[in-house]
């Protein structure tokens, strides 16, 4: 079995990666970053004036103020990474949750089934392959726009690189909600709306302090830090990834904690409830 | 009786729990059968009687409630137990983005398979069910009948000892159907054991030596096909039929199949079968043998769950 196991699971992730690739998931986020990518090499022009100052230009208007080349490239690095964060992890969820339960639909799943494969090397790889394909169009769009603008103006922020791991680890924490949605309801619709609402419900969320503030009964406060500390914290999360990129030391790592830990919560009960569900 | 045999359960139960515990379904209940490797089984029973939800305990895809399932001596709950086995499940949704021969690669790989002997193999089978010129196909261009024989091409690229067909002639023309059978006569040749879980009577009498009949979820008959057929109808058995002739003899018959170069026609009545004995001998076919039978599979059915 386990001379077995890595053929498999590269064959699992094979086709994961296939049916993204033909159902245009693939190909449709590769353009965006592509296009993104482009948007800078091409249409946006940086002249850097003495070494240290920069003037900008978009579609030829140029921006007359001299600015310092490193702060306006970082500025530039932190709203590319600010833009991938929200609007990408957006389009990632949306892709994924296609994906997902597409695996798992009657008719196909008992096939798969029926192999002599675990089920939660099944699941596992699907999980996996979703992971690494949204990791690659990260890492594609950052190392695009970090060596672009490294081109242009000769500095390179290592730190902009921070946004890679940090956006794959919020949408890793994020496709496990996918996924255990997407194995007990087998439904794309479903998976996307309650993802999309922990990630719009996060920000408010965070508003913890502020809210023990308004709210007027003791329990309801708990009640709001009780779920600001369940679930996972999206916006902080895009607080860290925004200070890494910038540079900034981060004050509290404990967002990332407690968001691995519900990650790894909700995919143990998305493996535990496939196990268990029958088909 | 060979000692381990290619499917045993004993007291299998499945009930399906609803919430709150109010309605549950007790699909099937208390299921002992043994399946001998080599041997050619049909299981039926009317919609509902509990046949795909026994096949599917037997591939783990649903959970038993109680009792136990083995496939060749294995436990059917590890996935070892599914090695040796080729499943084409009812109402398959095979992957519309792949191809036919990727689709064969695929699950051939997941059963094992080495690359080289995957690429022979699905030449082979694609060739076997008449589908060569498609395997650069997208499936989503296929029809259902092209879909269902390439997911019998699927369940048997890996050489399974055990072939679970559920429902194998869905959506098959009576040509595809033949095709089928007679592809499932060189397996059981061959000595792979067929688990045929199906509704079409007629196709079970004429392919399986031994059936099961579920009703309710639990066993009413098991037996030998020709022990309970023994009965009303005649079973005509000629050589040297042109398929001109077995084309039309047998759009008149109740089921009709070829061995070893034999065709067998089961006729209603006698009447019937003497019609086609003339036709038989005006073509100067040899007559094997004319016997009468008490019944057919379908009345033993009948009977069975009392309808």
């Known amino acids: ?47 850097v ?28 690095h932190s709203a590319v990474a600010a833009f991938l964060y929200m609007m990408g992890m957006f389009l990632a969820v949306f892709a994924s949750a296609t994906l997902m339960p597409a695996a798992l639909e009657r008719g196909r799943v008992e096939l798969l089934l029926s192999k002599p494969l675990r089920r939660w090397h099944i699941l596992l790889a699907r999980y996996s392959a979703n992971l690494l394909l949204v ?7 950052i190392l695009g726009v970090w060596a672009v603008f490294g081109w242009k103006t000769g500095v390179w922020h ?5 946004a890679i791991p940090a956006t794959a680890f919020m949408f890793a924490v994020l496709l496990a909600v996918v996924t255990l949605v997407a194995v007990f309801s087998e439904s794309a619709a479903l998976a996307t709306m309650i993802t999309f609402a922990m990630m719009v419900m996060s920000p408010i969320l965070a508003q913890h302090k502020l809210m023990a503030k308004l709210l007027s009964s003791e329990w309801t406060r708990q009640v709001w830090r009780g779920f600001y500390h369940a679930l996972p914290k999206f916006f902080d999360v895009g607080g860290i990834n925004m200070d890494l990129v910038m540079g900034r030391a981060v004050s509290n790592w404990a967002p990332v904690w407690t968001s691995t830990a519900f990650g790894l919560v909700v995919l143990s009960a998305a493996l535990f409830l496939f196990q268990k569900r029958d088909y | 009786m060979s000692e381990t045999a290619a499917v045993e359960t004993h007291d299998l139960t499945k009930v399906y729990r609803t919430l709150l515990r109010r309605r549950d379904v007790r699909a099937v209940e208390g299921v002992s059968l043994r399946v001998e490797a080599g041997s050619t089984f049909g299981l039926l029973g009317p919609n509902g009687a509990g046949k795909t939800t026994f096949v599917k305990m037997l591939l783990s895809a649903v959970r038993p409630t109680a009792g136990f399932a083995r496939i060749f001596g294995v436990d059917c709950r590890r996935s070892q137990a599914r090695r040796p086995v080729g499943y084409l499940p009812e109402n398959h949704r095979l992957p519309g983005y792949m191809t036919g021969r990727g689709m064969l690669d695929y699950y051939a790989a997941l059963s094992g398979m080495g690359a080289r002997a995957r690429r022979r193999r699905a030449a082979e089978l694609l060739a076997l069910v008449g589908l060569e010129k498609w395997g650069s196909t997208r499936l989503s261009r296929y029809s259902k009948g092209m879909l269902q024989r390439l997911g019998l091409a699927q369940a048997m690229m890996h050489s399974p000892r055990l072939l679970v067909l559920d429902e194998p002639s869905d959506g098959v023309d009576p040509v595809g159907r033949r095709q089928i059978r007679e592809i499932l006569r060189e397996l059981e040749e061959r000595g792979v054991t067929v688990f045929i879980n199906s509704h079409l009577l007629a196709e079970v009498e004429l392919f399986c030596r031994e059936v099961a009949i579920l009703h309710r979820g639990r066993v009413a008959l098991v037996g030998k096909v020709k022990e309970l057929t023994a009965g009303k109808g005649y079973r005509l058995v000629a050589a040297g039929v042109p398929e001109r002739l077995e084309a039309e003899l047998r759009a008149r018959v109740a089921a009709a199949a070829r061995r070893d170069g034999l065709l067998e026609l089961q006729f209603p009545s006698r009447e019937e079968a003497n019609q086609a004995l003339d036709l038989l001998r005006r073509e100067g076919c040899e007559i094997e043998s004319l016997t009468p039978t008490t019944s057919t599979l379908e009345d033993v059915f009948m009977r069975t769950v009392n309808v």
């Open chain 1, 135 to 141: 990791m690659l169009n990260i890492g594609y769009l």
């Open chain 1, 158 to 162: 290592a730190s902009f690189l921070y």
């Open chain 1, 1 to 47: 079995m386990s001379r077995l196991r890595l053929p498999v699971t590269v064959v699992l992730i094979r086709d994961t990666f296939h049916e993204a690739i033909v159902r245009w998931v693939f190909w449709g986020t590769f353009a965006l970053c592509t296009a993104l990518i482009l948007f800078f090499l091409f249409l946006l022009r940086i002249d």
């Open chain 1, 49 to 76: 004036v003495e070494g240290a100052k920069a003037t900008i230009s978009l579609f030829g208007q140029k921006e007359s103020k001299a600015m310092d080349v490193a702060k306006l490239v970082r500025q530039i």
